[in-house]
């Protein structure tokens, strides 16, 4: 497995793979990998004739009272699990921008599909987020993308931005990897105390109480929504948002018919956590 961590280097091992007729598949992630992230990496080894994953907690998604410092990380760790794997090649660039890690002119503006859930909560996150994934597949430059359906909007941001800037890149959306007792994996787990834990449950739970009322006949979205916001609070779960949304286009719905997104942002002791599942409504 090879290790690179400057981009003239990346990008001449990329061309030089696609250069012999491989496809090249990519897996973007900012490390301290678990379970859903090999999950991609997986995927992307089937799909593909080699695979590069990059490691870099991205400076520009996080606003100044965020969790960037304390962002779990253990390089050494995700480098073993990896090479396991089989991945061909990882990408672990000190810095992905010209000077100062948000001093630069040129940014990635993403549109409507940005626009609500994380987009209203965290301002200026997308633009982050676009903007470093466009800067990882101009180094890389993948055939094939996988990214986690955790992280949905992202998904769905990532693939709008391929599609309108024709990079000519297949994004690939892959379902949420969650724990025995249903939590969504995700690095900010670790972050959780063993009562945050506990609780934390409330959040995959919230989900059922969802899709049992939905499939029960209910049709309004604040109906819905206010029985999943009980759940989470009884829990001790600080709401950031409970949404109904269109699963293509992110906007809003009120009546629950179609093709559906419920998505959830709640804290416990600070540390914020996603999840959402898709529920078509006939």
């Known amino acids: 497995m090879e290790r690179l961590s400057d981009t003239d280097s ?20 900012m490390g301290y990998l678990h379970e859903g992230h090999l999950s991609l990496v997986v995927e992307a080894l089937a799909r593909t004739d080699v695979v590069v994953v990059s490691i870099y907690v991205n400076p520009t998604q996080f606003a100044p009272h965020e969790d960037f410092a304390v962002y779990p990380r253990d390089l050494e760790g995700d480098l073993s699990k990896l090479r396991a794997l089989g991945c061909h090649a990882v990408f672990t660039p000190e810095r992905l921008y010209a000077s100062a890690d948000a001093a630069q002119e040129t940014w990635i503006e993403p549109g409507p599909t940005a626009a609500p859930l994380c987009g209203a909560s965290r301002p200026g996150f997308f633009r982050g987020v676009a903007t470093v994934v466009a800067k990882l597949f101009h180094i890389v430059e993948p055939d094939v993308a996988i990214f986690g359906k955790k992280d949905y909007q992202q998904w769905r941001v ?15 959306g892959m379902p949420t ?7 969504a994996m995700s690095s900010r787990n670790s972050r959780l105390s063993t009562e945050q834990r506990e609780a934390a449950v409330a959040v995959p739970g919230s989900l059922v109480i969802a899709t049992k009322m939905v499939a029960g006949g209910q049709r309004s ?27 293509e286009t992110l ?7 179609g093709a559906l997104l419920v998505a959830v942002a709640v804290a416990f002791g600070g540390v914020r956590l996603i999840d959402n599942r898709e529920i078509p409504v006939p």
């Open 177 to 183: 990897v969650r724990e025995s007792d249903g939590l």
């Open 158 to 172: 990532i693939s709008a931005m391929v599609r309108d800037l024709d990079m000519g890149i297949e994004v690939v």
């Open 10 to 29: 990346m990008r001449a091992w990329s061309r030089a793979q696609r250069a012999t007729g491989r496809r090249v598949g990519f897996v973007p992630t």
């Open 251 to 257: 906007g809003p719905v009120a009546e629950l018919r």
């Open 221 to 247: 979205a604040a109906e819905v929504s206010a029985a999943m916001r009980r759940h989470l609070e009884a829990a001790g779960g600080a709401v950031d948002y409970i949404a109904w949304v269109d699963a």
